[in-house]
Nanobody
Framework: QVQLVESGGGLVQPGGSLRLSCAASGSIASINDMAWYRQAPGKERELVARITSGGKTNLSDSVKGRFTISRDYAKNTVDLQMSSLKPEDTAVYYC???????????????WGKGTLVTVSS
């Protein structure tokens, strides 16, 4: 069994900062891309940031210059550092990773349960 567990969500004022963390655990052979998505009320889930197994990062235009994604390959974790937060960043943030389990040929997308980030004064 493989799982992703997010942490670090909460309430923050506009202009503030928050750091989300996601840890992968279980019978993991390898992890390819890791990413953060978010889903605001009434909206579709959208990609926020992605980091490849080689360390290449990709951020959505809406968060460029404010958010940073990083990864610890030894610990199988991925973090999202969020700064200059805006009310429109309010959403449930989901961790995603392409994980190949032991005795599995191909990696499969895996999702965490999400963590709520609320930006409000």
């Amino acid at each position: 069994q493989v799982q992703l567990v997010e942490s670090g969500g909460g309430l923050v004022q506009p202009g503030g900062s928050l750091r989300l963390s996601c840890a992968a655990s279980g019978s993991i052979a390898s992890i390819n891309d890791m990413a953060w998505y978010r889903q605001a009320p009434g909206k579709e889930r959208e990609l926020v940031a992605r980091i490849t197994s080689g360390g290449k990062t990709n951020l959505s235009d809406s968060v460029k210059g404010r958010f940073t994604i990083s990864r610890d390959y030894a610990k199988n974790t991925v973090d999202l550092q969020m700064s200059s937060l805006k009310p429109e960043d309010t959403a449930v943030y989901y961790c995603n990773a392409d994980i190949r389990k032991h005795f599995q040929l191909l990696p499969m997308p895996t999702w965490g349960k999400g963590t709520l980030v609320t930006v409000s004064s």
